[in-house]
């Protein structure tokens, strides 16, 4: 009789760990990916929250940066800063698992997302007011765009040339981009047309490519396995 309790016992145990594991699931590609949580390392909001806020969810979406001078008219500061208070907001309320790689993560991903909210609302003033890009992060490494829009004239308007040249270089058809060129070139407004373009192919893409790498993906899979018990993944 005791055996049979025991065994009874244990089967309600094993039981009671297959309800507490929660299923997962995410799709990649062409695969769905369904996972057992393991309920001794997170629950399913967490892995929810860190899957979604790293992998899926979406980007800033206020636009910063023009192409020509009627898109300026979309540019709102406001927008820009009440969009970043959000995800800055919903990101820190968010419960990731504990451990020290998650708590690094969580924090990384916020500085990350500050900085950018910083970078776009600066982009937005510095179509007017060029100063503003002086004190943001990458500066230093981009200050020949900054000195250029700051002083304006004929050093934005060489500036201005510079990129073009570049990008003239590695085009398979340059005809259709020198005829832009000019056409700008010779508007009313080209100082504007300068600093449009100096700031979205100067200015922004120096920040791009020097901007620090704060998520390593390979490691992220590597832990983010670690919170399963199991993975099966089916590929259509």
């Known amino acids: 009789m005791k055996n049979f309790i025991l065994s009874v016992g244990l089967l309600l145990s094993f039981s009671s760990l297959l309800c507490a594991q929660e299923v997962f699931e995410w799709q990649e590609g062409y695969c769905i990916s369904k996972a057992q949580i393991d309920p ?7 892995v929810q929250n860190v899957h979604f806020t790293l992998i899926q ?10 192409y020509q001078p009627k898109d300026t008219a979309y ?12 995800f ?6 968010m419960e990731y698992p504990k451990g020290e790689y998650w708590t690094n993560l969580k924090k990384m991903r916020l500085d990350n997302i500050r900085e950018q909210c910083l970078l776009r609302e600066k982009a937005v003033i510095a179509l007017n007011q060029p100063k503003a890009l002086k004190g ?12 250029a829009l700051e002083k ?3 050093t934005l308007l060489n500036a201005w040339k510079e990129i073009h040249e570049k990008e003239v270089e590695g085009a398979l058809d340059p005809n259709p981009i020198n005829k832009a060129f000019e056409q700008h070139w010779n508007a009313p407004n080209k100082e504007f047309w300068a600093r449009i373009e100096v700031l979205r192919y100067g200015w922004w893409n120096c920040v791009l490519e020097n901007q620090k790498n704060w998520f390593n993906e390979d ?7 670690k919170l399963m018990t199991s993975i099966q993944i089916e590929c259509r």
Not at 57 to 66: G, I, N, T, V
Not at 88 to 93: A, G, H, I, K, S
Not at 136 to 147: A, D, N, V
């Open 40 to 46: 001794a390392k997170a629950n399913y909001e967490q």
């Open 57 to 66: 969810a979406s980007e800033l979406s206020q636009p910063f940066l023009a």
């Open 75 to 86: 540019f709102n500061v406001k927008n820009i800063r009440s969009e970043c208070s959000g």
């Open 88 to 93: 800055v907001t919903e990101l820190e309320q």
């Open 136 to 147: 943001t992060p990458y500066c230093k490494e981009c200050s020949h765009y900054i000195t």
């Open 152 to 154: 304006g004239g004929n």
């Open 219 to 225: 490691q992220y899979n590597k832990e983010f396995r």
